[in-house]
């Protein structure tokens, strides 16, 4: 399964302030083309402490569209996610994931999120198992759409892959492991500093050759921001 990192970052690759402020640092221009990246995946995946922070749908909001919304996803060990986001209020219309390291709890699966237990790596849901059990779930919601009751599982009916959202360690996680085919990078004229959040977290490299290599191949200005889009060589 195709795997998209999307990074909207100040120029020196934070994703909020020292505080966890993030709204919003690209301009209107860049928000609706990540809304259109969504509309193309099959799943937008997050980290938990993202969907804390934030607070995010995850739809595709765009006018005038009515395609399939892509299935929400959240990386969360220890099912921590609160009841009252959007994400786990909006779960009864919209197909909602969480991907866990212990069997589902009762607290979420009344909501009607479906959890995924996964193996854990450093204490968090292991990323290639996660892609593994994500994809599993994809294509059984895939064949119910075909041959049963409307469902949402990707834009267009098709299992294109899943597009990475946040959080940081997320993205660290899901790069050093080779994953990331790709990366949709949105850059803002600003500077945050090195208090801000960094858009990729902490993962040790030792060798310079050891390092995850893409090849930029298209950059487009945004209003006052920088598209640029990689691929994974």
């Known amino acids: 399964m195709r795997v998209t990192l999307k990074l909207a970052t100040s120029l020196d ?7 966890g402020e993030s709204k919003w640092i690209t301009g209107e221009a860049a928000r609706e083309q990540g809304h259109k990246l969504r509309a193309m995946h099959s799943a937008v ?3 938990v402490e993202t ?3 934030d607070n995010p749908e995850l739809t595709v909001r765009l006018p005038g569209y009515v395609g399939a919304q892509p299935v ?3 990386l969360d060990s220890k099912q921590r996610l609160p009841t009252h986001l959007k994400l786990v209020t909006g779960a009864p219309r919209l197909d909602t994931v969480v991907i866990a390291t ?6 979420l699966a009344k909501t009607g999120v479906r959890v995924l237990k996964v193996p854990a790596s450093d204490g968090r849901p292991d990323p290639e198992m ?4 994500l994809k599993r779930y994809l294509a059984i919601r895939l064949t119910q759409a075909v041959g049963g009751p409307a469902v949402t599982p990707a834009a267009g009916g098709k299992v294109f892959g899943v597009m990475i959202e946040g959080g940081g360690q997320v993205a660290a996680s899901f790069l050093s492991a080779g994953l990331v085919d790709a990366i949709e990078w949105f850059r803002a004229p600003i500077i945050l500093g090195d208090e801000g959040r ?5 993962f040790v490299l030792e060798k ?3 390092a995850p290599r893409f090849k930029r191949v298209e950059v487009i200005s945004l209003g006052d921001d920088l598209w640029e889009r990689y691929e994974k060589i």
């Open 198 to 202: 960094p858009a990729v977290g902490d």
């Open 102 to 107: 212990s069997e589902s709890a009762d607290r």
């Open 208 to 210: 310079l050759k050891d």
């Open 45 to 47: 995946l997050v980290g």
């Open 13 to 19: 690759g934070r994703i909020a302030t020292a505080s």
């Open 130 to 133: 996660s892609l593994e059990a």
């Open 72 to 74: 929400r996803v959240v």
């Open 51 to 53: 969907a804390i922070a």
